[in-house]
């Protein structure tokens, strides 16, 4: 038998993770290893936002996805995988993120991390 969490449940432990992201006594504690990860949804095409915990090598991040059954969002990057944006030191940066099943059910989201859009000159 499959459970899923409640979605009233998830949202309310997304808005504390979010919440605690923008904190000034703990955001730059919480941001070290949680981020939010923006993307389109391949069949609506709706945009979504979740936070997810992450680590960060050069520029690759890699996103373990804890209780993968019973959530959706990382199979939108399956197969060639899908372009997304990750929220990392104030800055929204683009990539292209794919989805692994390993043979023991564990899902790993490989982002491979553009550069952050140029912003405005300030002289």
């Not at 993770?17 to 709706?46: E, Q």
């Not at 197969?79 to 800055?91: M, N």
């Not at 059910?105 to 405005?120: D, F, I, N, S």
Request: glycine share 12%; charged share 25%; aromatic share 6%.
């Amino acid at each position: 038998m499959k459970r899923t969490l409640p979605r009233r449940m998830v949202g309310r432990v997304n808005a504390c993770v979010l919440s605690l992201r923008s904190s000034p006594r703990w955001g730059r504690i919480v941001s070290r290893r949680l981020t939010v990860v923006t993307y389109t949804g391949r069949r609506s095409g709706k945009t979504f936002s979740t936070p997810v915990g992450y680590k960060l090598d050069g520029d690759t991040a890699t996103i373990g996805v804890q209780l993968p059954d019973a959530k959706s969002w990382w199979r939108n990057f399956t197969g060639d995988g899908g372009p997304l944006t990750l929220h990392l030191d104030g800055v929204e940066r683009p990539g292209h993120a794919v989805a692994r099943r390993d043979g023991r059910g564990r899902v790993t989201v490989t982002v491979r991390l553009a550069e952050p859009a140029a912003g405005p000159r300030q002289d």
